[in-house]
């Protein structure tokens, strides 16, 4: 594998805001505004032109049971129209990308295909939606973006790998050259004539979410982001004792390779 990002003279900046839950009672609106205003302030955010954001864009409804005493807005439709609202926002020298993930109104099986035109009709035009996995050509890098649902499947099946670590589970997917490559588990997968969980091409960038963790990191060359949330801990995450490291948002110079993280946690 030979990824390495030797510089480019991009200057565009990417972002990546993944899981943030609209309707969740548990959705963070203050940290969300702070990342907000920073977007329309800070000399760093001129230069972001691309915003990925990797699945779990509402919370959706009767995803698992008891769901209902935990959203704020109980209509997933009405949700998106909340996101729609939220993203309107965003300075318009940024090019949002949205993905579905295991709480968004599609299928739940994999390749997820992009949320449906009734949704997309409800966002400003700008916005372009993808399924999940996918794979994008963003200034001359190839970016691998996956919601990151087998993470479950990953951490279960091989010792050591666990939710705190969520770049490890990253890092075994790239050596198996397969993003769920568990079938009859806790990841669905649609029987598609062709795998489409495959990583038949190298990438420069792999991006997840799904685990509400925030890392960057570097396996041969390719950049790891796991994408944060904006949602805190929620009862299934206590239970489970998965403590969640929400309200950062991960970025890379497109250019260079470099990568940072913004904090708005506090
Ligand atoms: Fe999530």
Redo the contacts with the bound molecule.
Sequence with gaps: MNSAMTPNGSGAVMAFVS?I?VGSDTFLPEEWKRFMEWLRKDPVAKDIRYMMMPG?LVDGIGIYPGQEDELLIEDVFAQYAELAEMVKAIPDWIKIIMMP?N?DAVRLAEPQPALAKEVQAMFDSNIMFVGNPCYLDVEGRVVLAYHGRSMDDYIKNISGLDYAHPLEAMREMLRRRHLAPVYGERTALAPEKKDYLVIDQVPNIFVT??V?KCGIAEYRGIKLINAS?WQSQTEFQRMHNQVPDPAKVPMIDLGSGEMWVEDFSH
């Design positions: 899981d839950h779990d993930g709480h979410g799904h509400h949330a």
